[in-house]
């Protein structure tokens, strides 16, 4: 069974950085995609970042130049390194991972605000 237990959110002013860390465990070498969502009240979960075991990433536009994801394969932990925050991008971020069989697995999520 996929465990995924996130640690690094908190409270920060806007411009401040904060690292956001996922480890996943239970299906380490059938992890494909491991990335990040976030959610806010009243909206849809969204991607914001994510990562293939190759190294190849995606960015939501709103994040690009800020947010730089990594990944530790041996570890099958994921990373995201947050930058130049702004209180938009306050949420609860949800580590995700997908499978090679298409399986998606999501932790409980961390909460990230950022402060005028």
């Known amino acids: 069974q996929v465990q995924l237990v996130e640690s690094g959110g908190g409270l920060v002013q806007a411009g401040g950085s904060l690292r956001l860390s996922c480890a996943a465990s239970?299906?380490?070498?059938?992890?494909?995609?491991m990335g990040w969502d976030r959610q806010t009240p009243g909206k849809q979960r969204e991607l914001v970042a994510s990562?293939?075991?190759?190294?190849?990433?995606n960015y939501a536009d709103s994040v690009k130049g800020r947010f730089t994801i990594s990944r530790d394969n041996a570890k099958n932990t994921v990373y995201l390194q947050m930058n130049s925050l702004k209180p938009e991008d306050t949420a609860v971020y949800y580590c995700?991972?997908?499978?090679?069989?298409?399986?998606?697995?999501w932790g409980h999520g961390t909460q990230v605000t950022v402060s005028p």
């Open positions: 990562i293939t075991r190759g190294g190849s990433t």
């Open positions: 995700r991972i997908v499978l090679y069989s298409g399986f998606n697995s």
């Open positions: 239970g299906s380490p070498y059938s992890t494909n995609v």
